[in-house]
């Protein structure tokens, strides 16, 4: 098993790499999370209007709103696009062509292809929705492609959202492991993102460390 973790770290510090290298570009550009639960929210072009004057290039929206894609586009904001877990097991299944699909209905129907930069497939399946976790890395699979095959797989990168506890052990970095309930996912999981050149993607929150812990954090 420390054998099979060990890959998977080396797989995951290739991914990173590749990652990094690809957002070379980026280190000047600041991006938020978008969501759209909650009471008296501003209409998606005000939101979005807010970005820009603040500098925002960058969103991640959690789930493909039709309301919210053109209007991000539309301000010049650059997208990652959440694929919600409940589609999982449909883009598992449908192969290419039902990921094509979906992908042109569900996306590029409401926001052009130059605006995507990410897919973010499913989010945090691994710590509390284990009934997708056979249908992620599947469903990556068959949305790499349909980007293949729509010509966008050099623009659009495809990868999934986890949440921390990902990581069975991070401290110190040197004593890093995966939990070893995730691998038989991880393992095609990391493999699919180094082939690809997309990045490993990690939902953390240090402002809850520092605020529990600010002496030492």
């Known amino acids: 098993m420390a054998t099979r973790t060990s890959l998977c770290l080396r797989l995951l510090l290739v991914a990173l790499a590749a990652a990094a290298v690809a957002a070379a ?5 600041v991006g938020i999370c978008h969501g759209r639960v909650g009471s ?3 209409p998606p072009s005000a939101a979005a209007a807010l970005l820009r004057q603040n500098g925002v290039t960058r ?3 959690f789930l493909p709103d039709p309301a919210v894609l053109p209007a991000f586009a539309a301000a010049g904001i650059d997208l ?3 694929v919600p877990n409940e589609n999982l097991t449909f883009l598992s299944a449908s192969g290419p062509e039902g990921a094509a699909q979906w992908l042109r209905s569900a996306v590029l129907a409401h926001a052009p292809a130059e605006h995507v930069r990410y897919l973010a497939v499913g989010n945090e399946v691994l710590y509390n929705n284990q009934f ?3 249908h992620l890395v599947p469903a990556m699979r068959n949305l790499h ?3 293949v095959a729509l010509g966008l797989d050099g623009k659009v990168k495809v990868s999934s959202a986890h949440a921390s506890s990902v990581l069975a052990s991070s401290y110190p970095p040197s004593a890093g492991a995966f939990d070893t309930a995730s691998l038989p996912v ?4 990391l493999r699919f993102l180094v082939d690809t050149g997309a990045p490993f ?3 953390t929150y240090p402002f809850i460390s520092y605020v529990s812990d600010p002496a030492n954090v």
């Open 25 to 29: 570009g980026d280190q000047a550009k």
């Open 40 to 42: 008296s929210l501003p």
């Open 59 to 61: 969103a991640r929206l």
């Open 80 to 82: 990652m696009v959440g």
């Open 132 to 134: 997708y976790a056979p």
């Open 145 to 147: 492609a349909a980007l």
């Open 186 to 189: 991880l393992r095609p999981m």
């Open 201 to 203: 993607m990690v939902n």
